[in-house]
């Protein structure tokens, strides 16, 4: 769904803003933003519309709650993906160095 769009290639792990898998993952996320704004919309309204008992304000509240964290996706996961990919080569070549270490005993 987007979340880390690194690719993966034979003993090499990459991440750039423009590649292909990116551009995808771009592309999900901007369609899952428009149904998570149209749903976030309908509850905040809910949460806007007087008359409501206690206890459906507090569920609404909860539920807007939950849809926050979507729009920090690309702060959270997207501005770290040089780093989960540097991480990935390095636990590669460990797993290889370990495996030969094995082989040698």
């Known amino acids: 769904m987007g979340v880390m769009p690194i690719e993966r290639e034979v003993g090499k792990t990459s ?7 990116n551009m ?11 149904f ?10 809910l949460v806007l519309k007087p008359g ?5 304000y507090i ?4 539920f807007l709650s939950i849809l926050i964290p979507h729009f920090l996706l690309p702060i959270g996961a997207w501005t770290n993906g ?3 990919a540097k991480f990935k ?12 270490f094995k082989t040698l005993l």
Not at 24 to 34: D, N, S
């Open 15 to 21: 991440y750039s803003w423009t590649s292909a898998t």
């Open 24 to 34: 995808w993952a771009y592309f999900v996320f901007a369609a899952e933003t428009i």
């Open 59 to 62: 569920y609404a509240i909860i």
């Open 89 to 100: 080569n390095m636990w590669t070549k460990f797993q290889v160095t370990q495996s030969n």
């Open 36 to 45: 998570v704004s149209i749903v976030f919309k309908e509850r905040l309204y």
């Open 82 to 84: 040089g780093e989960v």
């Open 52 to 56: 409501k008992r206690f206890d459906e």
